[in-house]
Structure formats: structure tokens, C-alpha cells
């Protein structure tokens, strides 16, 4: 199994980029998805989740309407668009894959997604 992170990069604040994550070696429209984050000297946080058939979605609160999770099963691939991006949106961002990990209690805990990716670096300068 193998999770490609990619899209990242420099931005002012304000800007947007659109972070990637394509799968393969594993049946990708049965996995849940998550987004993290990892600031230096801070923990890894959730940042959003997307259930297997993209019915379900939830979001940080601090990213809620400025940032959109999405997949397109037939390309193995999940996306997060960032809007409005802030300085403390600054962080190297992994995507997640997971098959049991629930919709409804633990999507926001790290320990429940079984695959990662390998990072993608998102630096927003004021």
C-alpha cells in the first residue's frame, strides 16, 4: 500500500492550494480517508475526513469553511482544497487510509487510520 501526498508548497495568506493524495496497492473506494497535520513542536491533528462512499465529511473546526475534502474513487485519489489559507494553517499535511476507522467516534484520532502517507509541506507567509 502506498499513499502519494503532493501539492504543497508556498503560499501568502489568503491563497489557496489544493493538496493531493493518490492510493494504490489497496482497493481504494473501500477505505475511509483523513487529512492531518503536524506543526513543528506540536502534535499531529485531524484536519478532515471523507467516509468511503464521500457521503460523510467533518472538518477542524478552525479549517470549516475554508477548506474542502474530496475523492474520486475512479482516480484512487483524495483532495483537500484550502482557501483562505493563514499563517497557522502552516504545517506538513499527511493523508490517511483507513477501512474501520468510524464515521461517527474515532475519524479524528490518528491511531485509527492503519496507512499514511509521507507528507506534503504547506508554508503560508503573512
Known amino acids: 500500500v502506498q499513499l502519494q501526498a503532493y501539492g504543497g508548497g508556498l503560499v501568502q495568506a489568503g491563497g489557496s492550494l489544493r493538496l493531493s493524495c493518490a492510493a494504490s496497492?489497496?482497493?481504494?473506494?473501500?477505505?475511509?480517508m483523513g487529512w492531518f497535520r503536524q506543526a513543528p513542536g506540536k502534535e499531529r491533528e485531524f484536519v478532515a475526513f471523507?467516509?468511503?462512499?464521500?457521503?460523510?465529511?467533518y472538518y477542524l473546526d478552525s479549517v470549516k469553511g475554508r477548506f474542502t475534502i474530496s475523492r474520486d474513487n475512479a482516480k484512487n485519489t483524495v483532495y483537500l482544497q484550502m482557501n483562505s489559507l493563514k499563517p497557522e494553517d502552516t504545517a506538513v499535511y499527511y493523508c490517511?487510509?483507513?477501512?474501520?476507522?468510524?464515521?461517527?467516534?474515532?475519524?479524528?484520532?490518528?491511531?485509527?487510520?492503519?496507512?499514511w502517507g509521507q507528507g506534503t509541506l504547506v508554508t503560508v507567509s503573512s
Open positions: 490517511a487510509a483507513d477501512t474501520t476507522v468510524s464515521s461517527r467516534s474515532n475519524y479524528n484520532s490518528p491511531r485509527a487510520y492503519k496507512y
Open positions: 471523507i467516509s468511503w462512499t464521500g457521503g460523510r465529511s
Open positions: 496497492g489497496l482497493t481504494f473506494s473501500n477505505y475511509n
